[in-house]
């Protein structure tokens, strides 16, 4: 696809969960783009894709499918990001990686545009995409920790298979319609692909996302623990979350539990959070109103209801946080960066 005005850019991973909702943000946003490469591997190397009505040929990512690439958008797991993401930066294109490869390297800016847009300022030619959790969390906290100074979170979360790419939604829809025909139910890929041994995924909520470390907490947990302190830029907050996947396609949901340095009021947290940018308040319990995946996916917000303080400590809150974690949790948040690199003249256009 060639046009006059706008940027060169890749999608890695264009034939993945994620990489289809990066297109569909491009598509959706009007992203000025003056060329669009599909890569994937060589499994899927001359499929067709469909992007604003034009089919698109799919081709192999390469170090040399990144010539002429200003921006690349990767979601094709973390070894590819790791070997390709350096040979399109030594291209000269702007990497925007959705996998954990660089998430923690110092050298690479983590970034939230709603929290941290300051930081992609820093880039080397690579800036990470965080974790899905992660992103809505401290999308709708940032607004709080402004005001209020913020000093512990405890996050448990409830995410969608969708998260574990598209065969593990796969594996939800044939695992729920063996459970009701009453036939055998394949444990393939849930909770983490490569494991010897995996659980059902439907009608189950398992306490397991990727592997798990030393200290008891899964990778994912620690994902969010780090990449917190990151995007804050403060590594005394305290972080502890605990990941669960449940038996839903799209949109994850956290009960999040903070305490603040200093007093609040519910009534202005309600309304620092209506104001806050990319957030939307969905808080009428009377009406039984409050987040829903099913609401949340296929949008771009992050939705926050069940607003209530602790029982006990003056300084604690409670919210209910949803997001689609292939648009907020990833597409969208990379996209948006580069909206922003874009608007910030980060870029040039060619
Ligand atoms: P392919 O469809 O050719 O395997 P998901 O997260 O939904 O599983 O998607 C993973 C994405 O990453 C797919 O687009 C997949 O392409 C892509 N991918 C996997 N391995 C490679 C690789 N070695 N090189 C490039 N893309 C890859």
Redesign the pocket.
Same mark, same amino acid.
């Given at each position: 696809m060639e046009k006059n005005t706008g940027y060169h850019v890749a999608v !890695? *991973?264009?034939?993945? =969960?994620? *990489?289809e909702q990066m297109l569909k943000m491009l598509e959706d946003r009007q992203f000025p783009l003056k060329s669009l490469k599909v890569? #994937? +591997? @060589?499994? $899927?190397a001359g499929q067709k894709v469909t992007f604003r009505g034009e089919e698109l040929t !799919?081709e192999? @990512?390469t170090p040399d499918a990144f010539e002429g690439v200003q921006i690349a958008l990767f +979601? =094709? *797991?973390g $070894?590819?990001s790791k070997k390709?993401a350096p040979e399109a930066a030594k291209r000269g294109a702007v990497c925007i990686d959705n996998t954990s490869a660089f998430r923690m390297d110092p050298e690479v800016p983590l970034v939230v545009p709603e929290v941290n847009p300051e930081a992609m300022k820093q880039h080397k030619g690579i800036i990470a995409n965080p974790n899905c959790s992660t992103i809505q969390m401290v999308a709708a906290l940032q607004p709080l920790r402004e005001k209020y100074g913020m000093e512990r979170i405890i996050v448990s979360t409830y995410q969608a298979v969708s998260g574990a *790419? #598209?065969?593990a939604i796969q594996e939800l829809e044939d695992q729920t319609r063996a459970v009701i025909n009453g036939e055998e139910v394949k444990k393939e890929i849930m909770p983490v692909g490569s494991l010897p041994k995996h659980h059902q995924i439907a009608f189950n909520a398992i306490p397991q996302i990727d592997v798990f470390l030393e200290n008891g907490f899964t990778n994912e947990e620690m994902k969010m623990t780090r990449e917190t302190k990151k995007i804050f830029g403060d590594e005394n907050i305290a972080v502890s979350a605990t990941c669960v996947r449940i038996p839903v396609v799209k949109g994850h949901s956290e009960a999040v539990y903070v305490e603040f340095q200093n007093d609040f009021e519910i009534d202005e947290v309600r309304s620092l959070l209506e104001q806050a940018p990319g957030v939307v308040v969905v808080d009428n319990p009377q009406e039984q109103e409050y987040p829903l995946a099913l609401d949340a996916a296929d949008k771009i917000e992050v939705f926050v209801g069940r607003l209530r303080r602790d029982l006990d400590h003056p300084r604690g809150l409670h919210l209910w946080i949803v997001s689609d974690n292939l648009l907020k949790g990833a597409a969208w948040n990379a996209v948006q960066i580069a909206e922003e690199l874009v608007k910030s003249g980060l870029i040039e256009e060619k």
């Open positions: !890695v *991973g264009a034939t993945g =969960a994620v *990489g890569l #994937a +591997s @060589a499994r $899927s !799919v192999e @990512a +979601s =094709a *797991g $070894s590819v390709l *790419g #598209a065969k």
